[in-house]
């Protein structure tokens, strides 16, 4: 059974720039998380989308932003890229039904903003 | 809020010695507890849970026990390998009604295990 996948791995963009980030959660999944692991940071929550809405977001400003499709997988939309935008953007996914709280993380995405 | 504390790091260990990682947590609730693995330049990958109350939790010979009455869940392992050399997170659940969850983490400790 395939995991969690993230596309890009890698992306590199210009202050001022748009980036879209991709994830497509383990099948029968609902629920995408998207966290920021920005270096020295640690692991920040971004935003959790679940059944098509978006259910919570983690303290980012507004140009953070994602949607979530009708087959569960999600896109995570940074506008205005500034400097401490680059980190690594990991994607998450769980199965509702049997909330452990446990999620199931992809590889991630690294975003580096020049 | 929820929160989680690990020891700082970084932990620097030989091959076979034995290893512990702190973390204690603050909660309202009963929160189920986690500790994820991150090797260089991958996701996170689940190590262990503990549930509930006196749970323990194992997995690739790591042990972690929910200590509801000092608030910890601390990692041992008892001979680490060159290969355990990677970062470690502490976590916790932290429930949104009946239908999600947030997990907050600690800072992560790097272990570094020389052969």
């Known amino acids: 059974e395939a995991g ?9 963009k210009t202050r001022g720039q748009q980036a879209t980030l991709r994830c497509s959660p383990i099948s029968g999944h609902t629920s995408v998380y998207w966290y920021q692991q920005a270096l020295g940071l640690g692991l920040q929550f971004l935003l959790w989308y679940d059944e098509g ?4 977001r983690g303290n980012f400003p507004p140009r953070f932003s994602g949607r979530q499709f009708p087959n569960y997988s999600s896109e995570l939309n940074v506008n205005a890229l500034e ?3 680059s980190a690594l953007y990991l994607c998450a996914s769980s199965l509702v ?5 446990e999620l199931f993380f992809g590889e991630g995405s690294r975003l580096t903003v020049l | ?18 290893l512990t990682i702190n973390c204690t947590y603050t909660a309202t609730g009963y929160p189920s507890l ?5 090797y260089p330049g991958e996701g996170l990958q689940l190590l262990l849970k503990a ?15 929910y200590r509801k009455e000092t608030t910890s869940f601390h990692l041992e392992k008892g001979s680490v390998q060159v290969s355990d050399s990677a970062v470690y997170f502490c976590a916790l659940s932290d429930r949104w009604g009946t239908s999600g969850s947030r997990l907050t983490f600690g800072e992560g400790t790097q272990l570094t295990v020389n052969p």
């Open chain 2, 51 to 65: 549930t509930k109350a006196d749970d323990k939790g194992s997995n690739k010979g790591f042990e972690a026990t």
């Open chain 1, 53 to 56: 809405e978006e259910r919570n």
């Open chain 2, 1 to 18: 809020g929820d929160s989680v504390t690990q020891m700082e790091g970084p932990v620097t260990l030989s091959e076979e010695a034995f």
């Open chain 1, 4 to 12: 969690v996948t993230q596309s890009p791995t890698h992306l590199i």
């Open chain 2, 34 to 38: 986690f500790w994820y693995v991150q």
């Open chain 1, 83 to 85: 400097l401490e935008d």
């Open chain 1, 97 to 101: 039904q049997t909330n452990t709280g």
